[in-house]
């Protein structure tokens, strides 16, 4: 059963980047896309970034510019590299790949 895990969250000031890990275990990249999602207090959960088994990505467009979605293969991992953060990137940041989800990390981002 794949089983995913982030890390990285924390607390950055506005204006700040921060970069998250997503470990995949029970599993390997290219039969699903991964995602990262993100959902803030109050909110519905939305997607922030993707990268396809081929390695194609793309973003929502909130974050584009500013956030890269990028993997390492022999590390099972991939990352999502935030920069330039705003107060609202403030959210709980998933990620997700076929039917399994991580348990999430939490990102704030202070003014």
């Known amino acids: 059963q794949v089983q995913l895990a982030e890390s990285g969250g924390g607390l950055v000031q506005a204006g700040g980047s921060l970069r998250l890990s997503c470990t995949l275990s029970?599993?390997?990249?290219?039969?699903?896309p991964l995602w990262w999602y993100r959902q803030a207090p109050g909110k519905q959960r939305e997607m922030v970034a993707?990268?396809?088994?081929?390695?194609?990505?793309n973003y929502a467009d909130s974050v584009k510019g500013r956030f890269t979605i990028s993997r390492d293969i022999a590390r099972n991992t991939v990352y999502l590299q935030m920069d330039m953060l705003k107060p609202g990137d403030t959210a709980v940041y998933y990620c997700?790949?076929?039917?399994?989800w991580g348990q999430g990390t939490q990102v704030t981002v202070s003014s």
């Open positions: 997700h790949m076929g039917a399994s």
């Open positions: 993707s990268i396809t088994g081929g390695g194609d990505t």
């Open positions: 029970g599993g390997t990249f290219g039969a699903y």
